[in-house]
């Protein structure tokens, strides 16, 4: 009774831990998008601007799989597979459409999309195009559930 009891605990504990990382990360985030200009995004690593987009293609499941090279840029940055992005683009408005990395390989990337943007993808042919991080609560969701059913 008492190492369920401690288990019972530690699990408690683990949930609140998670909890509170999800909240700094979120605020983290918030504060990243209303706060920062492109450059200081592109900077510190949160952001590829300007792009280049190299292919379309469709995959598995009919997502679009858009592969983007950046451009003249070779900065350090924090994009690996399985985060979450926007791939936007400044045209007349910002227009962003929701993403995941597939794949960073130098100067390139993948990225599947996902969301309704067949109707304003062709905005992304003319320039202006860039990835950025976002906020994603998926991985907070997983480890959660996984507590949960433990």
């Known amino acids: 009774m008492k190492q369920e009891k ?3 605990v530690r699990f408690s504990n683990s ?3 998670i909890a509170a990382e999800r909240i700094q990360e979120e605020q983290f ?3 990243l998008a209303e706060n920062r200009t492109i450059q200081s995004k592109v ?3 949160f952001c590829w601007y300007p792009v280049a987009i190299l292919r379309k293609a469709w995959t598995v499941g009919e997502y679009l799989e858009v592969t983007l090279e950046r451009i003249a840029n070779g900065l350090a940055h924090k994009f690996s597979e399985g985060m979450a992005v926007h791939v936007f ?3 007349e408005e910002k227009v962003e459409i929701r993403g995941v990395v597939a794949a960073v390989r130098g100067d390139k990337m993948r990225v599947l999309l ?3 943007y067949h109707d304003k993808f062709d905005l992304f042919e003319k320039g202006n195009t860039g ?3 976002i906020y994603d609560d998926r991985p907070y969701r ?3 559930e996984a507590i949960r059913s433990a």
């Open 15 to 17: 949930l609140k831990a």
């Open 6 to 8: 401690q288990i019972s």
């Open 131 to 133: 990835v950025e991080l």
């Open 43 to 45: 900077q510190s690593g």
């Open 89 to 91: 683009n400044l045209q």
């Open 29 to 31: 985030f918030k504060s």
């Open 142 to 144: 997983v480890m959660e």
């Open 114 to 116: 996902s969301g309704n």
